[in-house]
């Protein structure tokens, strides 16, 4: 059963990264202090854009604990109801670190290019969201993967880092 949704991870992952190669992709800064935007053509054969946020900037003073549960509310709605990803990544900081070992790098970036094409197809359950200060889970099931949970660790709030190999819920 393992190795069976490890094959399904792993083909969804490398179709998808197909997808990112394929879609023509071009940055827009107007200066050298603005953030590149990811736009992707969308037609018959190509997804819709999505556009990169500015990172999320580090909190002074750093929120409090129910301040940060309330950013990573808004965090879970985006990214897991409505699937808006460019809402959803404005709360990920430009330090960002990616522990998924499918992962091309580090920053929000690389996050944005997988996720990008074949997010907003993705039929999403959701199964329970957990803030434990400073780490929220979210666990949900995707048409794509199976059952996943993926834990994030909040500093300052912002997401700085993210895990979702071998993950468990909290209580399970």
């Known amino acids: ?34 953030v590149p935007t ?6 018959d054969v190509q997804p819709a854009a999505v556009v990169t946020p500015p990172p999320c900037v580090a909190m002074t003073p750093a929120p409090s ?3 940060t549960q309330a ?8 990214f897991l109801v409505t699937k808006n990803l ?8 430009a330090s960002y670190r990616n522990h998924n070992p499918f992962a091309s790098g580090d920053g929000p970036g ?19 969201t957990t803030f434990q200060s400073p780490q929220g889970w979210l666990h949900y099931r995707n048409s794509m993967s199976g059952e996943i949970v993926d834990r994030y660790r909040w500093d300052a709030g912002c997401i700085v880092e993210h895990w979702d190999q071998g993950e468990k ?4």
Do not use: C, H
């Open 1 to 34: 059963m393992v190795s069976v949704r490890i094959v399904a991870l792993l083909a969804g992952l490398l179709g998808a990264m197909e997808m990112v190669s394929a879609a023509p992709t071009r940055s827009t800064p107007d200066s050298a202090s603005e």
């Open 38 to 43: 990811r736009v992707m053509v969308e037609d």
């Open 65 to 67: 604990v129910e301040e």
């Open 71 to 78: 950013r990573f509310d808004k965090f879970a709605n985006a």
């Open 86 to 93: 460019t809402e959803a990544f404005e709360y990920i900081a």
């Open 110 to 128: 690389p996050a944005l290019d997988v996720l990008g094409p074949i997010w907003p197809s993705t039929q999403i359950t959701v199964l329970g």
């Open 169 to 172: 819920y909290p209580g399970t």
